[in-house]
T-cell receptor, first 115, second 115 residues
Framework: DAGVIQSPRHEVTEMGQEVTLRCKPI?????LFWYRQTMMRGLELLIY????????DSGMPEDRFSAKMPNASFSTLKIQPSEPRDSAVYFC?????????????FGSGTRLTVV | AQTVTQSQPEMSVQEAETVTLSCTYD???????LFWYKQPPSRQMILVIR??????QNATENRFSVNFQKAAKSFSLKISDSQLGDTAMYFC????????????FGKGTHLIIQP
């Protein structure tokens, strides 16, 4: 199993541009999570899906952020328009279920820099 | 590539007991940070404790303390006087360098505090 795959690994963009981050969860995992990590705030849960349905998006910082999961093998996190304070590492993780404490796997992350 | 290993998928102790969660890591970097996160059922990641590799003194936060053995690349978390609210998933994280490759999580340990 290749694990949770995120792309791109690094993204540098100018303020105001649209940014799309991508995630492919582990096959068979029904839950997918998007996290953001900064040195100041640590890891923050942005949104999670169960069976492709968004369950909790209360962590999404503002309307500039949106996430979709059109099928069981793909999810996107979009920021439009991007701002310098969005610079962080964004992680995707998947698990067998939202309440499963097993098989919880993180991707390698996407480092986003907005200049 | 750096690695983080949490060798205990699940642990269970009685309330008020002391419990130690293990974490070992491997990195070629000399300067790095280590974190322990608690993940309650809300799935939000709560930063429990942080250790800077260049500091020899073990970090302590109330009932939480670490045993940082740099030569052995070990970073265990000790929870004293465990409470029912400590029941959660605990993740060990290694942060080094400046890119997404420098962020690595362990698989997690499910800690259950029994009444």
């Amino acid at each position: 199993d290749a694990g949770v795959i995120q792309s791109p690994r690094h993204e540098v963009t100018e303020m105001g541009q649209e940014v799309t981050l991508r995630c492919k969860p582990i096959s068979g995992h029904n839950s997918l999570f998007w996290y953001r990590q900064t040195m100041m705030r640590g890891l923050e849960l942005l949104i999670y899906f169960n069976n492709n349905v968004p369950i909790d998006d209360s962590g999404m910082p503002e309307d500039r952020f949106s996430a979709k999961m059109p099928n069981a093998s793909f999810s996107t996190l979009k920021i439009q328009p991007s701002e310098p304070r969005d610079s962080a590492v964004y992680f995707c993780a998947s698990s067998l279920s939202p309440d499963s404490y097993y098989g919880y796997t993180f991707g390698s992350g996407t480092r986003l820099t907005v200049v | 590539a750096q690695t983080v290993t949490q060798s205990q998928p699940e642990m269970s102790v009685q309330e008020a007991e002391t419990v130690t969660l293990s974490c070992t890591y491997d990195t070629s970097e000399n300067n790095y940070y280590l974190f322990w996160y608690k993940q309650p059922p809300s799935r939000q990641m709560i930063l429990v404790i942080r250790q800077e590799a260049y500091k020899q003194q073990n970090a302590t936060e109330n009932r939480f303390s670490v045993n940082f053995q740099k030569a052995a690349k070990s970073f265990s978390l000790k929870i004293s006087d465990s409470q029912l609210g400590d029941t959660a998933m605990y993740f060990c994280e290694l942060l080094s360098g400046g890119g997404a490759d420098g962020l690595t999580f362990g698989k997690g340990t499910h800690l259950i505090i029994q009444p």
